[in-house]
């Protein structure tokens, strides 16, 4: 439910200050080496110092988002080490219902520009909501159906209100508005998805701290408490051996003023507050010098629409990544948890996030570094004589992002054959809705036919059928920024009459010549290859060089494209779209995502149909899944991995692994 995406801040918040506090001081204070590395924590304070100092000193000042701004990647490009480096931050602040943008120019300390955001708002954020959650409890009308229900104890009970997705409601109208329930936390053991108060729906202007509409579909009784497990982990089966893995000699990658260099491969990266771990300048070295692959990747956003038809449920509509990453604890990626979420000789790494009074703090552990064998074949080939292959070992880079009940594991594995897999484990918790029966979670379709909205994982839990979209933006610079996207086409091709087969299948390539053109969508009957091509380039088979993207298993949306969650999430719609760079283009679906209308993002971007031949271009690929629970879903989800490739295509002129040593 969306109401854990509120509760969760609080207890992480708790331990995470404990931690922090009772850490030593840090040897050395994070320096910049390179213009995208993250923003430091001196630097957040030039840029607190610096709104300040320009007239903003309003004690309730929130400050909802505090980001690098990214130079132009002509100046990154050009720009060497030792150079002085030019930073900026994107800041957006909140005050008494009126959000604002400001870049910062940290170097000069001094902000350059601050407007008000006419039309558009600022994140939601956990101070704004524990005000309103405070205020709203005691509404007589609340406290009317929590009586219908027999809870008098408001002790117990919280009230909540998340950011309410534009679906054209009345009330929504030049306001901000959050909607949100009840939850009662009576009996609970290890959390509140089960405590849900079913009927209850409410909108709420955050402004003023007043609901604006209340509803009472009715009263459910709460389910039993069926959200127990044991946290500390119990007892090995009988027969279980122990594994051990380690790497006694160490790391065998290197990182030099935040360059990780590993086999051929080099690439830095940052932790950002909104779209977590950052892959930039990613290059292997071939034919003895460095050639460019990655100039960056990130995840752009995510989301998750819920898929029941009472309103206290069709609400559910979340886009994490732009709602949700100040909300539900001060940024997206979480702490690592050693030995569970990586292996005991990882490399972790902290990040510095910003509290929401524009303060800087240090988060530790947000990310790891390992590698890894997976006791598979890189390659190998039998014989008559005998068998010939090598052991591989892969570069992982992982962090953890948590919005609300789900977490989201995200690995970038770079690996020995010069391909980077981008990897998305899906665990955590489900939301759950309190039914009377498994009939409750049953509809007629408009023809009478028997539909389902989701699926009984406990007794009287309803796991409510959603969807998980996740948009990656790829700038992909094939031995540099100038590139073609070309897709080819594997088509029937009729054979003579006179052959003995009647048909085979060839590869029909087409050089795509803009955006609005240029959308893919993934088809068994229609498949094709997608691949980013640098055509001055060539390999010494006379190809031009390239790289691949290699989906994996995937999901379409199934809402209807006049569905409001759909028109801001427009960039589901497809599962490939390519852009020409553009530095201001960096979320798919727009930079403020509350309160959306869907009139920024991919769908509005292409309809300008830019060239995208020979020219600098990005990739945004999403990946989804329909999940529909199921009781080995519950108390806690086994993580669901799903994944796609970025693998070289004619960038070498054989396989790079024909020389890989016989231990891994």
Known sequence: MSFCRSLLRFSAFTCLSTLLFSLPAPALAPAVHHPLDALTPAEYWVVYKAIRAAGHNEEKLLFTSVLLHEPEKSYVLAWTPGSPIERKADVVLYYQGHSYGALVNISTAKVETYEELKGMQAPF???????????????????????????????????????GGYIAL??????????????????????????????????????????????????????????????????ALPGTKPIVVSQPDGPSFTIKDGEVSWQNWHFRFRIDPRSGPVVNMASLDYQGKRRSVLYEGSLSEMYVPYMDPEETWNSHVFLDSGEYFMNTGLGIPKPLQKGTDCPDYATYFSGTFF?????????????????????????????????????????????????????????????????????????G??????????????????????????????????????????????????????????????????????????????MAPKTMDNESTAMQNISMQHPAMWRFVNPAEHNELGYPTSFEIMPGLTGVSLLSLEDWPQK????????????????????????????????????????QKRSIENTDIVAWYTMAFHHVPRPEDWPQMPTMWHDFSIRPFDFYSKSPLMDLPMQP
């Open 125 to 163: 954020t956990t101070t704004e909501e524990e005000e309103v959650n405070d205020a709203i409890k005691h509404d007589p009308r609340i406290v009317d159906a929590l009586k219908k229900r027999g809870i008098t104890d408001l002790n117990l009970v919280l009230c909540y209100a998340t950011p």
């Open 170 to 235: 009345p009330e929504q109208d030049g306001r901000r508005i959050g909607w949100g329930g009840c939850v009662y936390n009576i009996d609970a053991e290890n959390g509140m998805e089960d405590r849900e108060v079913a009927g209850i729906f409410f909108t709420v202007d955050m402004a003023s701290k007043k609901i604006t509409r209340f509803t009472d579909y009715g009263v459910t009784p709460m389910a039993p408490v069926s959200e127990v497990y044991d946290s500390d982990g119990g007892s």
């Open 355 to 427: 509290h929401e009074n524009g303060t800087p703090f240090i988060r530790p552990q947000l990310a790891c570094l390992f590698e890894r064998t997976l006791g598979d074949p890189a390659w190998r080939h039998a014989e008559p004589d005998g068998v010939a292959g090598r052991p591989g070992r892969e570069l992982v880079f992982r962090s953890i992002a948590v919005v609300g009940n789900y977490d989201y594991i995200l690995d970038w594995r770079f690996e020995q054959e010069g391909a980077i897999t981008i990897a998305v484990g899906a665990t």
């Open 429 to 506: 918790e489900l939301e759950v809705k309190p039914v009377k029966d498994k009939m409750d979670v049953m509809g007629k379709d408009p023809e009478g036919n028997t539909v389902e909205f989701g699926h009984l994982v406990a007794p009287n839990t309803d796991g409510v059928d959603h969807d998980h979209f996740f948009s990656f933006r790829l700038d992909i610079d094939v031995d540099g920024p100038k590139n073609n996207f070309e897709v080819d086409s594997l088509v029937q091709y009729k054979l003579p009459a006179s052959s003995a087969r009647k048909t085979i299948w060839a």
């Open 568 to 607: 801001r999430a427009g960039f589901s719609d497809h599962q490939l779209w390519v852009t020409p760079y553009d530095a201001k283009e960096r979320y798919a679906a727009g930079i403020y995502v509350s309160g959306s209308k869907g009139t920024d993002g991919l769908p509005v971007w292409v309809k």
